[in-house]
């Protein structure tokens, strides 16, 4: 069991559709992270959240938008993606930003069709 | 962050000792090794981090040389439930990203 939370834990999506990412957490952490993890291949960070504002964007295209509505709640908002993106979408948080440890949800596994 | 180096793979025997190496030539003095891991379908889980001294926890031993220039992840018993991508990540204290490199894929055979 993780302490942080993602759901769904599986998504499909076609192309036109709008879809959410949800990621949950009480700890108490202030930072709170996406990354992006092809098959075989390492996660990638996407975005940072350090006190509920964006702090780090990766060059992600906008097609990915996040959102951080309280200290507790992480999402990422997907519309109009590309089959490309077909990814695990993993949601992390830390006590503070830029320390460790990270603690990783499992992920949602999304397809895009 | 420095870079990091890591064998690819590796096999382990189960009830022995898993050693992982990680080499990481160009750290700095302010840098920290960090070790997670990977379960198949899970997120990456913090194992154990260290800056000089050697550290142990409930998970794993890290032994670091005396240079910083390599470190070793020691798993004592290990078992099945090991089997795992291990990363070893160099990151200066404060630092804003956590960047994974390609980990080291431990199997343990029964």
Request: aromatic residues 8%.
């Amino acid at each position: 069991d993780t302490e942080v939370t993602q759901t769904p834990k599986h998504l499909v999506m076609g192309m036109t559709n709008k879809k959410s990412l949800k990621c949950e957490q009480h700890m108490g952490h202030r930072a709170m992270y996406w990354y992006k993890q092809k098959a075989k291949k390492p996660p990638e960070l996407m975005f940072v959240y350090s006190y509920e504002k964006l702090s780090i964007n990766e060059s992600v295209p906008s097609r990915f938008s996040p959102e951080c509505p309280n200290s507790s709640l992480l999402n990422l908002h997907l519309h109009a993606l590309q089959p490309e993106d077909s990814a695990l979408y993993l949601c992390a948080s830390s006590q503070v930003w830029g320390q460790s440890p990270l603690h990783f949800g499992n992920g949602t596994r999304l397809t895009v069709t | 962050d420095a870079k990091t180096t890591q064998p690819p793979s590796m096999d382990c025997a189960e009830g022995r000792a898993a050693n992982l190496p990680c080499n990481h030539s160009t750290i700095s003095g302010n840098e920290y090794v960090y070790w997670y891991r990977q379960i198949h379908s899970q997120g990456p889980q913090y194992i154990i981090h260290g800056l000089k001294n050697n550290e142990t926890n409930e998970m794993a031993s890290l032994i670091i040389t005396e240079d910083r220039k390599s470190s070793t992840l020691i798993l004592p018993h290990a078992t099945l439930r090991d089997t795992a991508v291990y990363y070893c990540i160099v990151r200066v204290a404060g630092a804003q990203k956590l960047v994974f490199g390609q980990g080291t894929r431990l199997t343990i055979n029964p």
